[in-house]
């Protein structure tokens, strides 16, 4: 009886450490797939492996612990032990497909090209000499918040190029890196697509803060979503963290990240 017990007991833990070397390995994938991790896909931990879990939760907002949290594991959409099963919609960014999705190589040598000829845009003044410096703080704000109102407003909405319009390229999309208009273009049409209704609700205000570069702002906001389409349903809340740069006229969104929030 003993004996038959001890096997029982190997053979579970046998089963176990497997399961955690395929979480491992998947984790080693979807890091490459972000051009984050080059080491063997193995399902071994390792030290490269452990940096590159560091950057990946450092990208996301993440504690950067170098382990694979479930926080981490459920943002890379891999399967660990503990990770909930009823998980309504990955832990992907909800303003964008929550497919993982990756360029293949011309896809990316294209992109490459694109993003050589595209002229980066230069910070322009938008804010009246004449204002004081507690007018243009205010003014400032208030601008910021009504640009990520219209941002939340539009992205419910059909429209491709008038979302795409609130980006300045290349921009640094989500875990893309670098992503052309095209990209983004076509990244938005199939998100449409997957959720033809999409609500989105701001809670509390919009956070800004300047940077060492002129007209240019970090801002920081939280939203409550709502998508559905084909049967299905998710809900959940996000918190948005964006790089934007004052134009003449408008803002332009240069970096776009978000971390899901879970209660």
Do not use: C
């Amino acid at each position: 009886m003993r004996i038959r017990i001890t096997l029982v007991a190997l053979l579970i833990a046998t089963a176990a450490q497997l399961f955690a070397d395929e979480a491992i390995r998947r984790a080693q994938e979807e890091l490459r797939k972000r051009n984050l991790y080059f080491g063997d896909i193995n399902g071994q931990t390792n030290p490269e492996l452990v940096e590159a879990l560091k950057r990946y939760q450092l990208r996301k907002g993440f504690s950067a612990t170098g382990a694979l949290s479930d926080e981490t594991a459920r943002s890379l959409k891999v399967q660990v032990a503990s990770s909930k099963k009823n998980e309504q919609l990955p832990d992907l960014p909800v303003l964008r497909s929550d497919s993982a999705r990756e360029l293949a190589e011309p896809d990316r040598a294209a992109l490459q090209s694109e993003i050589q000829q595209e002229p980066t845009s230069s910070p322009t003044p938008s804010v009246a000499a004449t204002e004081t410096p507690a007018q243009t703080e205010q003014s400032r704000t208030e601008e910021i918040s009504k640009f990520v109102q219209d941002y939340l407003r539009d992205a419910e909405g059909d429209d491709v190029d008038l979302q795409v319009g609130y980006y300045a390229f290349p921009v640094e999309y989500f875990d893309h890196g670098k992503a052309s208009r095209e990209f983004v273009a076509r990244d938005t049409r199939n998100y449409i697509k997957r959720w033809p209704e999409r609500k989105y609700t701001l809670i509390g205000p919009v956070n800004s803060m300047s940077t060492k570069t002129p007209d240019v702002f970090q801002v920081e906001f939280t939203i409550a979503f709502r998508v559905a389409g084909g049967g299905r349903v998710a809900h959940g809340k996000t918190r948005n963290l964006w790089t934007i740069q004052s134009g003449r006229n408008n803002f332009k969104i240069l970096v776009i990240n978000e971390q899901r929030l879970h209660d």
